[in-house]
């Protein structure tokens, strides 16, 4: 066994030719061999933490939360999380000091995880995110230490802010000079999830593990295979939408090729990404979903949209790309792509809500957290952060609340003060993290 595996509990895998698939939670199968247990022997969960990232601000207007639990009113903005009511914590008035007064754009985004200063110029200096602080210490524990999805490809060059534009590209970073690679091709991020390598591919996980299944179908309780048959339909489901987006990075790859360029230089979608942008991040919060379920990895984040964005929307009946749109963010079309992108937020959490744990399901065990790098794009306003919470960590961060910390003192409304609150909840305890060396108060 090599030093990584040792450090991994023993887990129950479905194998076939080329190809290995972790499984759910059963409660007739110690699947996570080795996890600790309470008390009552009932065995504890793993906590896991994602972030999800738009960015240029959101609909300032139509983004507000009052009330607490399931009588919680929202914003229109808000409106996809009312499901979830009792399960969110809408927080506002937080800042990230370090992004502000330093021009607009990458120097408000290279640090929004990790609220270190930038450096301008050629040679690039931040910090480590707060995902690969606790992907440092929970990765240890997992096949992949974390998940980096993105669905833009990152972009190159300088702003006339004179920051590299490294840093509107990219939100998770190892350490001060090195953002983590971001798979941006849903083929390649299910691919990893499955260890599906070789020239066997292309062909289908699901069938290459069926004998397996079979046999493990046998083994279980019945309350079990239902759960067996729940996860594999819903892995055949995404396994069937991701055999189209690898059509797609193929014909890419063999067009750059004769091209005599990088794939990532090229346009979407002759770079291979899904054109339609609703599939892909729908896809990409699928992957993260059966990574958690599966406890593949417990630290994850998605960047749906960078900085400086030149997504398009017409399915919103908005007719210019995304970083214009944002400069008129009281307008009816911004409010509809704010709707938008909170609405993946609602569908991760969705999927993760479907998925049992014991009594209570993976969501309850999770963190998700939506936050963009402003508060308003057409005043490029990062004085104050938009963010929201979903999830419970495993009952550790109190629920279904409203906190406001906009009249708070500087000192008291620290991005970085509720990272370090979060990561205390997840066993994480660093003295220090960005600018922060106290805990968010009230959290």
């Known amino acids: ?42 065995p504890v969960f793993p906590q896991r933490f994602a972030a999800l990232f738009m960015g240029n601000g959101i609909s300032p207007d139509h983004w507000w939360a009052k009330g607490a639990g399931k009588a919680m009113e929202l914003g229109k903005t808000l409106q996809p999380l009312a499901p979830f009511r009792d399960r969110l914590n809408v927080i506002s008035g937080l800042f990230n000091k370090q992004a502000t007064g330093v021009g607009i754009h990458p120097g408000q985004t290279g640090n929004i995880l990790s609220g270190a200063a930038l450096q301008k110029g050629a040679v690039l200096k931040g910090g480590v995110s ?94 079990d295979r239902a759960k067996l048959d729940e996860y594999l339909t819903s892995v055949r489901e995404v396994e069937t939408r991701v055999k189209r987006t690898r059509a797609l990075k193929d014909r890419a790859d063999d067009r750059a090729q004769g091209r005599g360029r990088p794939t990532l230089t090229m346009p979407r979608p002759d770079n291979g990404l899904p054109e339609d942008i609703r599939e892909h991040m729908r896809l990409m919060c699928d992957i993260i979903a059966i990574a958690f379920q599966t406890d593949k990895t417990r630290v994850a984040t998605l960047l749906l949209c960078r900085d400086l964005s030149g997504l398009f929307y017409p399915f919103l009946d908005v007719r210019v790309t995304h970083h ?120």
């Open 1 to 42: 066994m090599t030093p990584q595996s040792e450090r991994i509990p023993r887990r129950t895998l479905l194998r076939g030719a080329g190809v290995a698939m972790a499984l759910p939670w059963l409660e007739s199968l110690p699947v996570w061999g080795g996890e600790p247990m309470r008390g009552d022997a009932l």
């Open 130 to 223: 707060m995902d690969q602080v606790l992907a440092a210490r929970l990765g240890e524990q997992t096949p992949l230490p974390s998940l980096v999805l993105g669905c833009e490809q990152p972009i190159t060059g300088y702003h006339e802010s004179n920051f590299s534009m490294a840093y509107s590209s990219q939100i998770s970073w190892r350490d001060a000079a090195s953002p983590l690679p971001m798979e941006v091709y849903p083929s390649l991020a299910f691919d990893s999830l499955f260890d599906n390598q070789g020239s066997q591919r292309t062909k289908s996980i699901l069938d290459r593990v069926k004998a397996h299944a079979a046999d493990l179908n046998r083994q279980v309780s019945h309350a």
């Open 324 to 443: 214009p749109a944002s400069h008129d963010d009281k307008s009816d079309g911004y409010e509809r792509i704010s709707r938008y992108y909170i609405g993946h937020l609602a569908y991760l959490a969705e999927r993760l809500a479907a998925m049992p744990e014991g009594e209570q399901t993976v969501l309850d065990h999770s963190c998700l957290l939506f936050l963009s790098n402003m508060w308003s794009g057409s005043h490029h306003d990062s004085t104050k952060v938009p963010l929201v919470l979903v999830g419970g960590l495993r009952g550790v961060l109190e629920t279904g609340r409203v906190l406001d910390y906009t009249g708070k003192g500087d000192e008291d409304r620290k991005l970085c003060s509720l990272y370090l609150s979060l990561m205390d909840r997840m066993g994480v305890q660093p003295h220090r993290f960005g600018d922060a060396d106290a805990r968010l108060a009230g959290l």
